[in-house]
Antibody, heavy 117, light 107 residues
């Protein structure tokens, strides 16, 4: 069974940093691209970043370029999102999702990030 | 960026009704369109990928159609457990973009 479990969220002040993790199991992690998708409270879904299966390629939405870094450790089957210079508009539930051929076919339960002073 | 316009934003229907939700892309996305269901407090679930392929384990009352810029999700006979918000996603190009969502409720 595919499982994605996010961790690392919480309350953070504007301008500070936070790192999210996503532990994957139930599939060969190193064979799949992975992504982060977020959802602000009562809002729709917004793609944040994607990393290729081997980490050689990364893609970001414009609003997080230069502030967020997606990375992975295939030996640990873990995906990361380093978020720097956080803003109030980054407040959202962050979902880890698998980006294989079917694109975003499995999702974690999500982790809440609140940026507030 | 490709804009995805979903309609309607809100839909009220009865058990057994045929329900259709539409998604229009601002430019050609071929068949690179997925549909997701999100129940309250839960993560999204993939229903349909590449416009018309049913994800494993999803009931056959769900179907998808369309190509190019216009796409439709159809629920052939609405069930109580289908109450949820539905989103479309284009994965033809970067950035990936979602539709605004359709909230489906029981009448």
């Amino acid at each position: 069974e595919v499982q994605l479990v996010e961790s690392g969220g919480g309350l953070v002040q504007p301008g500070r940093s936070m790192k999210l993790s996503c532990a994957a199991s139930g599939f060969t992690f190193s064979n799949y691209g992975m992504a982060w998708v977020r959802q602000a409270p009562t809002k729709g879904l917004e793609w944040v970043a994607t990393i290729s299966y081997d980490g050689s390629s990364t893609y970001y939405r414009d609003s997080v370029k230069g502030r967020f870094t997606i990375s992975r450790d295939n030996a640990k089957s873990t995906l990361y999102l380093q978020m720097n210079s956080l803003r109030s508009e980054d407040t959202a539930t962050y979902y880890c999702t698998r980006e294989g051929r079917r694109v975003f076919d499995y999702w974690g339960q999500g982790v809440m990030v609140t940026v507030s002073s | 960026d490709i804009q995805m316009t979903q309609s309607p934003s809100f839909l009220s229907a009865s058990v057994g009704d045929r329900v259709t939700i539409n998604c229009k892309a601002s430019q050609n996305i071929n068949r690179y369109l997925n549909w997701y269901q999100q129940k309250l407090g839960e993560a999204p679930k993939l229903l349909i990928y590449n416009a018309n392929s049913l994800q494993t384990g999803i009931p056959s009352r769900f179907s998808g159609s369309g190509s190019g810029t216009d796409f439709t999700l159809t629920i052939s006979s609405l069930q109580p457990e289908d109450v949820a918000t539905y989103f479309c996603l284009q994965h033809n190009s970067w950035p990936r973009t979602f539709g605004g969502g359709t909230k489906l409720e029981l009448k």
